[in-house]
């Protein structure tokens, strides 16, 4: 194993030091190592834990995926290739139309995480372990695209932005195994590189959709941000009304959509995602089921903002995970104090570049939402802190850039016609 994992490593390194030569702000040799070593150290302990004290959760259960795809590769490639047509989902779906898109999705989730380790198999002898390089080579450079945004906007922050969106362990953690959330970044990082260029919108729609395969719900939060922005780079003007507009809009239409369309959708997705989560065993936080009835809903918001905002407390976490997750909520809070003060306090924070706070609020307000329909759909501790950690890295960044160049969050000055 020790072998293919450091000839892995030296390609990986020399790849992403190669590619790195087109990039408008980069990264030495020696960042570069240093990061990718730190992410495969992360991840080969991520992939330890659960091995020996969780009974090797999902991520080992890709792994093996992985394994079944390159057996079936040797034995039957003609149903290998088979499993990647809509054919195949509409059979398991049992030619039903209702539950067709559902099992497209999911197969094609499958498919994206485990067909590409079957043919990786190939070359690493079907190491879990020497398999994270190819892992950790997406993440990468999704977190350098989001490291290369910042940048662009707060090139003062250079120094504190390589340390929490590469080095927090937290985020390092979730964002470094054998998971989903490895290609989430990657093509969330893709996605908000590609918003920035108003000729290349078509292929951020296709980043989306391929986000959209791998987690639904962080999809849709998206939207609302991707259309604010795009309306406000127009002209740059009333950023704080557009956004309201947009959001007020976004949840009337769908609100709207789910009183016409058959089965209650798009709204009804979520009380499907809420209720899938309840159907599974462990630790969990109080929420109240969702319905079609509004005053559910109402419900159960607030145990939402607290299930991720504040929740596990302290005194309250059960082993290593939720005291991560306790002691992340606290770097959260602590941080968002931070934020207030300075919104209090704007003769400390001159004015910045408008392009780069309007970009700031937009990423605080998409992660406040990402956090919400979290809440909403999620009770367990462990899956929140999963499913919230981009938004989480975004907050956290956020804070760190305004705090660094001394913002004002509050977003008084703005062109006016």
Not at 164 to 169: E, M, W
Not at 184 to 198: A, E, M, P, Y
């Amino acid at each position: 194993m020790i072998f293919p994992l450091i000839v892995f490593t030296i390609l990986s390194i020399a790849a992403i030091h190669l590619l790195m030569k087109k990039q408008k702000y980069k990264l030495s040799i020696g960042k570069i190592s240093a990061i990718f070593l730190y992410k495969l150290a992360i991840g080969s302990l991520y992939g330890y834990v659960f091995s020996k004290y969780f009974g090797h959760d999902d991520t080992w259960f890709i792994h093996n995926g992985g394994l079944e795809q390159t057996h079936l590769i040797k034995n039957d490639l003609k149903h290998f290739l088979y499993q990647l047509t809509p054919s195949y989902s509409w059979e398991k779906a049992g030619n039903s139309l209702k539950d067709f898109f559902p099992r497209w999705l999911s197969d094609m989730e499958w498919n994206l995480l485990r067909k590409p380790l079957g043919i990786l198999n190939f070359f690493t002898g079907g190491n879990y372990y020497v398999n994270l390089t190819y892992i950790n080579f997406l993440s990468f450079w999704g977190l350098f695209w989001i490291y290369q945004l910042f940048i662009q906007n707060f090139p003062n922050s250079g120094k504190i932005l390589l340390g929490i969106i590469f080095f927090l362990p937290t985020t390092a953690f979730w964002l470094s195994g054998l998971r989903s959330e490895a290609f989430l970044i990657f093509f969330f990082g893709l996605f908000l590189k590609l918003v920035q260029n108003k000729k290349k919108y078509w292929s951020a729609a296709a980043a989306w959709l391929v986000i959209a395969i791998f987690r639904a719900d962080f999809a849709f939060v998206l939207i609302p941000l991707w259309y604010s922005w795009v309306w406000w780079l127009r002209d740059q003007r009333q950023l704080k009304r557009k956004l309201l507009i947009t959001y007020a809009v976004f949840i009337s239409a769908i609100t709207l959509l789910s009183l016409i369309l058959p089965g209650g959708y798009p709204w009804q997705f979520i009380v499907q995602k809420q209720a899938a989560f309840f159907k599974l065993t462990g630790s969990s936080v109080s929420l109240t089921p969702l319905s079609a009835e509004f005053p559910y809903w109402l419900k159960a918001f607030p145990q939402a903002l607290v299930n991720t905002y504040l929740k596990p407390f302290l005194n309250e976490a059960e082993g290593v995970f939720q005291l991560s997750m306790s002691l992340s909520q606290l770097l959260v809070a602590g941080a968002a104090v931070m934020y207030l003060f300075m919104y209090r306090k704007p003769s400390i924070c001159p004015p910045y570049d408008l392009k780069a706070r309007a970009w700031l609020y937009h990423l605080v307000i998409w992660s406040i939402t990402l956090y919400l329909i979290v809440g909403l759909i999620v009770p367990f501790p462990g899956a929140i802190i999963r499913y919230k950690i981009i938004g989480e890295l975004m907050l956290i960044c956020c804070v760190a850039v305004s705090w660094k160049s001394r913002i004002s969050p509050q977003i008084k000055t703005y062109y006016k016609k």
